[in-house]
């Protein structure tokens, strides 16, 4: 709008009927067509709802690898003190078997 009122002022066409030449303005109605592309807040809306998106997947992911390595923690766990168990029972199997 501003491009077209600085090559024709109010007082141009206030008082004329006829039409007055303007080629970009089918390159504006094609280009505002879509309210994203014309739209700065709207672009940069639609961008963080896309990141927001990419995030929430991200954070998903790291909790369920979080669960996974709990999971492992706690299996490690159980084998320590099954090894312990065993340790512990295998030295009194031998300490029955030593003859000195």
Excluded: W
């Excluded at 879509?34 to 709207?42: E, K, L």
């Amino acid at each position: 709008m501003d491009e077209f009122l600085s090559r024709y002022p109010r007082s141009a066409f206030a008082n004329s009927n006829a039409e007055l030449p303007f080629p970009p303005l089918k390159e504006y109605i094609v280009k505002y067509q879509d309210p994203h592309a014309a739209d700065s807040i709207m672009k940069i809306q639609k961008e963080l709802d896309e990141t927001k998106i990419v995030l929430h997947k991200t954070i998903e992911s790291v909790l369920e690898r979080g669960e996974k390595i709990d999971n492992l923690v706690a299996k490690s766990d159980g084998l320590s003190a099954q090894s312990k168990m065993f340790y512990t029972q295998a030295k009194k199997q031998n300490s029955c078997c030593i003859v000195m």
